[in-house]
């Protein structure tokens, strides 16, 4: 199969509807808007439902339908976006719905602007909405990954039955680069709790009601334990030039490709200098970067925001090795040189 | 009568085992409360009809939450407000169903609306049963948007005063002035007369939806003792003489006669992998030939573009017909698109880049080649351009040539060699051939095959053609 080039935010609905994602509700918000320009053009194409929906609100809670109801479904927004989408969230994890929830991040609080941020790491990946959540995020850093992520962000959405986030940046997204189509759908599993409306499925109830204290204590403990299952099985990350490294950078998303080449040159320079690109954000590569820390001399952390991410490092590091942190934010991106001359400052 | 009021619908659980406690056979409702008899209404009508099977009932925050307790159907609880939304997505999913939400008035009216109103507007085939008590029951008698004038309640507790808290809302005068709703009636159940109407009410709309008519509502007057703070006798009778006089009871619009019925496609069952490719624009076109190989000399080898200009002036194309190119012809490419700060003052730029190996960062800060289409474009990045680099720049535009001595300069003079061939527009594809020519990077049939591509206007393919010629034969012109 030949590659074709393909924008991020497209290649997100060419993964969805490789996964078999029946419907998507939306509401257009730069610099996610591609995301739903693809899904109206595409997903009808293949049979499925497109609405844009009259707010993220709505939008979500479409979503909290279509899933009760067994389908594979998403919608994607932006970071004011995502702050409206939280309540619905919450209900999702509370219900146990699977589903697909795309950010791509730009600059805030409030309004802010369009250009990229990671300033939402902690809306994400802490559970924005109310309540003892998780919702399991992955971060793409390519137009690959954002196609090849999607798929697997609805396999494990089914899998423990939880929304998945998909938490990527405005170049992400607006970049475009060679897709290789994958050669495999991804046919839903058997849904025997949804709720489809014929008699084989009236005794299922989507709900998170737990009146009395005993029950709801039992069902966070219950999603608890699936939370302990999913950081025990599904942590993921990539290692680049680790081998020999003193000083280990960390980025995700755009970051993590501005440190790969920083880290090209530093080693080009004789710098012993490596990357760790979290692909899961929750769960958090935590081990793999306890482990490095008996290692290496430091880490130097990375982030489009004042610094979030980074606290997942230090807790990961727990004061054992010191971690140095260099954010931009507003929109303002660091370069590759920049972040060179950073990383040699620390080495 | 006795024997036919104290009956159980089929459509009720024989007992309501999700009901906690140890009563499963009474309902949570307090007594004389209207939820009582409408639930029975519906569940009659669901069995009547021979809907149960095929329902699935969405109960909402208020003190309808757990309906879920009594309808032997799919059950969907939701969100404060949401519930046309999921039953947007559930109806969606399986439009074969019959999805009804039940609301009261905050849920419905308050915080909501905007969700009920769009459904609405949209024709979702869903029906919707609404219980108008003008109070918020569950939460301890606080003022509803349907609230009437004067009403004390704990929120408005000198009685709501329309300067502060505004009128009620008629939700049904409302709704019925849209275009999409099929059927819209309000009906109360202050009496047997009312509740008969009531119950063709929920009939109409539910056959409404079977008969695939579009969106259905149903607002229902109904007592609330406890949040009045009065005796149900009372409470019925203050529906009869007092809620009724503020909200008119009739039927506001019904087109289910004249309307054709509609029913949307069962969304199961993706497409096979061929179809997605065909969807997906990914059909193998007849075989392209393949590309001849290209020597760039050391210092045009993985070059990283930094393309400038006006707005209009093709800026973002020509990146895009040199990634598709180079892609072509084998590099791993990216190209990003002029994004956040860099995106002022009617500039356009586009960093592309055409490498060996792996693409690191996609942006480029220090750019091997810089392609400038203005003036501005020019002193803004000169600069930043590596030192034995090239700048490849507009010459019939920019009268100040690059200051810097360590580049190379390619003179271009695009705009005016595409005026030449008849057209400004090309001025980015003269460029683009000049570029080719000089650098070597990607081969001229590379170029050809992706204009078509990233150019989708099939009648420019063959002026393109020409200025990329042109474009070549001026860079060759210059070598001599
Ligand atoms: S508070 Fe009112 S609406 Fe709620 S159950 Fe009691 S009587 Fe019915």
Redesign the pocket.
């Known amino acids: 199969m030949k590659r074709k080039l393909m924008r991020g935010n497209d290649a997100i609905i060419a993964g969805a509807i490789l996964a078999g994602c029946r419907s998507f509700f939306g509401y257009p918000i730069t610099p996610a808007s591609e995301i739903t320009h693809a899904a109206a053009k595409w997903i009808p194409e293949a049979g499925g439902t497109f609405i844009q929906a009259e707010s993220e609100i709505a939008s979500i809670n479409m979503v909290y339908g279509a899933s009760s109801a067994g389908q594979r479904t998403m919608t994607a927004s932006s970071s004011p976006g995502m702050s409206l989408k939280q309540e619905g969230i919450s209900y999702c994890a509370g219900s146990e719905l699977p589903c697909v929830v795309v950010n791509v991040m730009r600059g805030g609080p409030g309004l802010g602007n369009i250009a990229p941020e990671q300033s939402d790491y902690n809306q994400m990946v802490k559970g924005g909405g109310h309540g003892n959540y998780k919702v399991i995020t992955l971060a793409p850093n390519s137009v690959q990954e954002m196609c090849d992520l999607t798929i697997l962000a609805f396999e494990l959405a089914d899998k423990y039955r939880n929304p998945v986030g998909i938490l990527t940046d405005g170049f992400v997204g607006q970049m475009i680069e060679p897709l290789m189509l994958p050669e495999r759908l991804s046919p839903p599993p058997e849904k025997s709790w949804a709720v489809t409306g014929d008699k084989e499925t009236k005794g299922n109830l989507i709900s998170s009601i737990y009146l009395s204290p005993e029950e709801l204590e039992e069902h966070v403990s219950h999603l608890k334990r699936k939370y302990d299952d999913v950081e025990a099985k599904e942590v993921r990350f990539e290692e680049y030039k680790l081998d020999g490294a003193k000083v280990v950078t960390i980025g995700y998303g755009i970051v993590s490709r501005i440190l790969h080449t920083a880290v090209n040159a530093a080693r080009t320079a004789g710098l012993p200098v490596g990357l760790l690109r979290p692909i899961s954000l929750w769960p958090f590569p935590t081990k793999k970067i306890r482990e490095l820390a008996e290692k290496v001399d430091a880490f130097f952390v990375c982030e489009l925001s004042t610094g979030q991410m980074v606290d997942d490092v230090r807790l990961a590091v727990e004061g054992r090795r010191p971690v140095h942190l260099y954010t931009r934010y507003g929109g303002s991106v660091p370069t590759a040189e920049e972040l060179l001359e950073k990383i040699r400052e620390k080495t | 009568m006795a024997v036919e009021v104290l009956k159980k619908p089929r459509t009720f659980y024989d007992s309501y085992q999700r009901k906690p406690g140890t009563d499963k056979i009474t309902t949570?409702?307090?007594p004389?409360?209207?939820?009582g008899n409408l639930h029975k209404l519906i569940a009659e009508a669901l069995d009547e009809m021979g809907l149960s099977d095929r329902t699935i009932f969405i109960s909402p925050v208020?003190?309808s939450v757990f309906a879920y307790y009594y309808f032997d159907v799919g059950n969907v609880q939701v969100a404060h407000g949401r519930a046309p939304a999921a039953a947007t997505g559930i109806k969606r999913a399986h439009p074969d169903k019959i999805v009804i939400t039940y609301q009261?008035d905050g849920d419905l009216a308050a915080i909501g609306w905007n969700n009920v109103f769009h459904a609405a507007n949209r024709g979702e085939h869903i029906t919707v049963f609404f219980?108008n008590?003008a109070?918020y029951?569950?939460t301890g008698s606080q003022m509803a948007p349907t609230s009437l004038v004067g009403q004390k309640t704990m929120t408005s507790p000198r009685g709501r005063d329309p300067r502060n808290e505004g009128y009620p809302i008629k939700v049904c005068e409302i709704l019925s002035v849209l275009e999409s709703p099929a059927y819209i009636e309000r009906v109360s159940l202050a009496d047997t007369k009312s509740i008969n109407q009531t119950r063709k009410a929920v009939r109409k709309a539910l056959q409404c939806q079977v008969d695939g008519k579009g969106f259905s509502l149903v607002e229902v007057l109904?007592?609330?003792?406890?949040?009045?703070r009065m005796e149900p006798r009372d409470a019925k009778r203050w529906v009869a003489d007092v809620l009724t006089q503020n909200f008119k009871l009739g039927v506001f619009k019904d087109v289910t006669s004249e309307r054709a019925p509609y029913f949307f496609k069962d969304p199961d069952g993706a497409p096979p992998f061929d179809e997605i490719k065909r969807i997906l624009g990914w059909e193998e076109k007849e075989k392209e030939s393949p590309l001849p190989k290209v020597f760039p000399s050391p210092e045009n080898r993985n070059p990283q573009f930094k393309i400038a200009g006006f707005g209009g002036q093709g800026i973002l194309v020509l990146g895009l017909v040199l990634a598709e190119a180079g892609m072509r012809q084998g590099y791993q490419v990216s190209w990003l698109p002029s994004y956040g700060p860099e995106m002022r003052g009617g500039t356009a730029n586009c960093h592309v880049i055409l490498s060996d190996s792996k693409v690191g960062s996609p942006l480029v800060s220090r750019p091997t080649v810089l392609i400038a289409q203005n003036r501005p474009s020019l002193e803004k990045f000169e600069s930043d351009v590596v030192p034995g680099g090239l700048i490849l720049y507009e010459s019939s535009l920019i009268d100040r040539p690059p200051q810097r001595s360590d580049v190379r300069v390619l003179p271009v003079p695009a705009a005016k060699l595409a005026d030449d061939l008849g057209d400004t527009r090309v001025s980015n594809m003269v460029a683009l051939g000049a570029l080719i020519e000089y650098t070597c990077v990607v081969s001229k049939e590379a170029v050809l095959q992706a204009i078509p591509i990233s150019v989708p206007r099939k009648d420019f393919y063959e002026l393109n053609r020409k200025a990329l010629e042109t474009g070549m034969e001026y860079a060759r012109s210059l070598k001599k």
């Open positions: 949570h409702y307090c004389g409360c209207g939820h208020g003190c009261g219980v008590n109070i029951g569950m109904s007592p609330c003792p406890t949040g009045w």
